[in-house]
């Protein structure tokens, strides 16, 4: 239904995570599967993954059904990837998290070749092919959008070299505290001698009503859960092989631990009338230059469907048009 509407009241793209061995947060485990559904359902709205988590991936397997995907919806898909921030994922697939940089790099790297070769071969530290021709390539030419999350600081000059539009994913602190990382990241994409500047999305938790009173108070319940999981989710992979300082968990858990809703919500949330989102937004372009957000009407999952098509239908009927 959600779906439907969104596509009904003109939303830009709907975008699917991927998400394992966790059923009472998600069961969405295989997004390019409910892209592909989405695909065949509608006509109009592009379909996001965000992100698929290459380093578990096998990056033929991935190319085909992504490109498969690409087909289905009519050159409606936008590629997402990442590595996820969840080191037990990994263990309990079995690969190694203190190899998903490298993982990743060589994963993504094989699915731009399969994507835009008749044929190529590869030697890489994890995978070796000769002589490949996947098929179906994508109907996008020469493939669909990339988008890359980036979470490390050391990800953002990488990602700008590379040439590719980035994720930022908003949590909690200021919206401020992105600007360093971002210049890191521009500067970093014209120093390659990219066109334009790079562009950055911010998935961000977002909230709308038609009363102050009622955005703030509706997604009290459901926010708040979301913060309590992930101070988990960030204690948990402390003990874990593989992650890094320079990643930040430690001072990200110190962080929302005691946070309080007041407080969440003059951080990296969108949560108002659509008259105050759109202020907010608009600042957001002046502050940091985003060209666009992943809104995520229900982050914590606790928020009634009722208000969540509400919320929904208050950003694409009087939010999204002041920026079109």
Not at 43 to 72: F, M, S, Y
Not at 254 to 263: A, C, D, S, V
Request: aromatic letters at 8%.
């Amino acid at each position: 239904e959600q779906i439907d509407a969104a596509e009904r009241w003109g939303l830009d793209t709907m975008w699917l995570a991927e998400l394992h061995f966790d059923p009472q947060r998600s069961v969405l485990s295989a997004p390019l599967s409910i892209a592909a559904a989405v695909g065949a359902r509608t006509e109009r709205i592009k379909i996001g993954i965000a992100v698929q988590v290459l380093p578990l991936c096998h990056p033929l397997r991935l190319a085909e059904e992504a490109a498969t995907v690409d087909h289905i919806s009519g050159g409606r898909l936008i590629f997402g990837v990442g590595r996820s921030g969840l080191p037990r994922t990994y263990e309990d697939y079995g690969v190694s998290y203190a190899e998903s940089r490298d993982r990743f790099a060589e994963v993504l790297d094989i699915v731009e070749l399969a994507w835009s070769q008749p044929g190529f071969s590869y030697e890489g530290k994890y995978y070796n092919f000769k002589n490949i021709s996947v098929a179906p390539r994508p109907l996008q030419q020469p493939y669909p959008p990339i988008r890359i999350a980036a979470a490390s600081v050391d990800t953002y000059p990488a990602v700008g070299e590379r040439g590719l539009p980035i994720f930022i994913n908003a949590r909690y602190g200021s919206f401020a505290e992105f600007a360093p990382e971002i210049r890191a990241y521009r500067d970093a994409y014209r120093a390659a001698g990219h066109e334009g500047r790079g562009q950055v999305y911010l998935r961000v938790p977002t909230y709308l009503a038609e009363t102050e009173e009622r955005a703030r108070e509706e997604p009290r319940e459901s926010l708040m859960h979301f913060y309590r999981e992930q101070a988990q989710r960030l204690r948990d992979s402390l003990s874990r092989a593989g992650t890094r300082a320079i990643e930040g968990r430690a001072e990200r858990l110190k962080r929302i631990e005691n946070l309080t809703y007041e407080e969440a919500l003059t951080g990296q949330v969108l949560v108002g009338t659509p008259d105050e989102v759109t202020e907010r937004l608009r600042g957001l372009q002046d502050e940091l230059g985003i060209d666009g957000i992943l809104a995520e009407l229900n982050c914590g999952g606790l928020v009634p469907h009722r208000q969540v098509m509400t919320a929904l239908q208050l950003l694409c009927r009087e939010v999204m048009p002041r920026f079109h």
